[in-house]
T-cell receptor, first 120, second 109 residues
Framework: QVQLQESGPGLVKPSETLSLTCTVS????????WSWIRQPPGKGLEWIGY???????NYNPSLKSRVTISVDTSKNQFSLNLTSVTAADTAVYYC??????????????WGQGTLITVSS | SYVLTQPPSVSVAPGKTARITCGGD??????VHWYQQKPGQAPVLVIY???DRPLGIPERFSGSNSGNTATLTISRVEAGDEADYYC????????????FGGGTKLTVL
């Protein structure tokens, strides 16, 4: 059974960088797309971006200038960096595996999510 | 970018059928996936490729997709089905393909 676990600080100061890591267990990180998705309190889901195990990435245009997603296949981990955070970046951050073929992807495994609060 | 439109809320009595819609331009040409999210929990995939169910998802959950509307149908609704439901597509023609609908709160009366 594939399991994902987010880790990182729960509190980040405004203008600083949010850094999260997702550790994948029970399966290999190879041959899949890996995503970061966030959910502001009381709101819907927003796809931040994804990375293929080979390192190719795609980011939400609304966040592209501030986002970097990277992968470490030796540790079965992938990471999110979001720079210059503001209160609007306060959200539950999820990592997820994106599976699928025929030109489509869906998230079949999710981490439990971690609440990141941006506040001084 | 591609836009998915869901009703904010749907209410249904126990034992009845709930239908949650997801609208999008020619959405019938895309594969639609559905997630259930209960309070304080991560989303769970309940339907993929329009109408396939992952292992462990009851047969009461089904999906359809045609024209400009995809529909998640929950038959014989139970109290435990009360949750937020999100549709999702992968728009390959977009510079950012992963798109979620705004979500629908299903209330079991």
């Amino acid at each position: 059974q594939v399991q994902l676990q987010e880790s990182g600080p729960g509190l980040v100061k405004p203008s600083e960088t949010l850094s999260l890591t997702c550790t994948v267990s029970g399966g290999s990180i190879s041959n899949y797309f890996w995503s970061w998705i966030r959910q502001p309190p009381g709101k819907g889901l927003e796809w931040i971006g994804y990375i293929y195990y080979s390192g190719s990435t795609n980011y939400n245009p609304s966040l592209k200038s501030r986002v970097t997603i990277s992968v470490d296949t030796s540790k079965n981990q992938f990471s999110l960096n979001l720079t210059s955070v503001t209160a609007a970046d306060t959200a539950v951050y999820y990592c997820a595996r994106a599976s699928g073929s025929f030109g489509t992807k869906f998230c079949d495994y999710w981490g439990q999510g971690t609440l990141i609060t941006v506040s001084s | 970018s591609y836009v998915l439109t869901q009703p904010p809320s749907v209410s249904v009595a126990p034992g009845k059928t709930a239908r949650i819609t997801c609208g999008g331009d020619n959405i019938g040409s895309k594969s639609v996936h559905w997630y259930q999210q209960k309070p304080g929990q991560a989303p769970v995939l309940v339907i993929y490729y329009d109408g396939d169910r992952p292992l462990g998802i009851p047969e009461r959950f089904s999906g359809s997709n045609s024209g400009n509307t995809a529909t998640l149908t929950i038959s014989r609704v139970e109290a435990g089905d009360e949750a937020d439901y999100y549709c999702q597509v992968w728009d390959s023609s977009s510079d950012h393909p992963g798109v979620f609908g705004g979500g629908t709160k299903l209330t079991v009366l």
